[in-house]
Nanobody, 124 residues
Framework: QVQLVESGGGLVQAGGSLRLSCAAS????????MGWFRQAPGKEREFVAA???????YYADSVKGRFTISRDNAKNTVYLQMNSLKPEDTAVYYC??????????????????WGQGTQVTVSS
């Protein structure tokens, strides 16, 4: 069983920055991939970024160059640094644990544990 707890959301003006954190329970955090997703009202949950057990990271085109995903395996924590925020980034942000294997990192059903979500609101 893995528990994920996000923090760091809030209200920010367009152009501002936020850093989200996701703390994971369990002793094998370093052995699985982690992802960030977001869901805006009335829209489907969408992939934002993922970090693998290697140094590889992946980003949605909409956030590439503005967001950075990182992980600290000693702290069992994954981060999402969000810069140059736009009103369209407003959503509930979720971290998730990848289920492993060949499941594609952008697919919601490739992840088996999810946090409760943290609200990010970007005002114009």
């Amino acid at each position: 069983q893995v528990q994920l707890v996000e923090s760091g959301g809030g209200l920010v003006q367009a152009g501002g920055s936020l850093r989200l954190s996701c703390a994971a329970s369990g002793r094998t955090f370093s052995s699985y991939g982690m992802g960030w997703f977001r869901q805006a009202p009335g829209k489907e949950r969408e992939f934002v970024a993922a970090t693998w057990i290697t140094v590889n990271t992946y980003y949605a085109d909409s956030v590439k160059g503005r967001f950075t995903i990182s992980r600290d395996n000693a702290k069992n924590t994954v981060y999402l640094q969000m810069n140059s925020l736009k009103p369209e980034d407003t959503a509930v942000y979720y971290c998730a644990k990848h289920k492993g294997g060949s499941a594609h990192y952008t697919a919601v059903n490739s992840y088996d544990y999810w946090g409760q979500g943290t609200q990010v609101t970007v005002s114009s």
